[in-house]
Nanobody, 128 residues
């Protein structure tokens, strides 16, 4: 069974940090681009960041660039999202998603792709 499991969320004060993890089971992540999305209560889901298969290409939404860092450890079958300088508006459920990428493609990732494997989400709450 192919599964993505997020962890690392929690309650943090403004300015704080967390490291979110996205662990895969049932498949190896090294053939997949991975993206992080978030959905705040009452709002549409938003793409936050993505990373190419090899990890050489990353993209971020403007609101998190410079504060969030996506990385991957294919040996551990895990992708991470380091979230720093958190703001109340970062409060949301954070999801990771995976899309298999053909071997012949150049390294790339886009948050607008139609990712087809999703985790269950991890809650991040930023509040004093």
């Amino acid at each position: 069974q192919l599964q993505l499991v997020e962890s690392g969320g929690g309650l943090v004060q403004p300015g704080g940090s967390l490291r979110l993890s996205c662990a895969a089971s049932g498949f190896t992540l090294d053939s997949y681009a991975i993206a992080w999305f978030r959905q705040a209560s009452g709002k549409e889901r938003e793409g936050v960041s993505c990373i190419s298969r090899s990890g050489t290409i990353t993209n971020y939404v403007d609101s998190v660039r410079g504060r969030f860092t996506i990385s991957r450890d294919n040996a551990k079958n895990t992708v991470y999202l380091q979230v720093n300088s958190l703001k109340p508006e970062d409060t949301a459920v954070y999801y990771c998603a995976a899309l298999r990428i053909p071997d012949t493609w150049q390294p790339m990732c886009f948050m607008t792709w139609d990712y087809n494997y999703w985790g269950q989400g991890t809650q991040v709450t930023v509040s004093s």
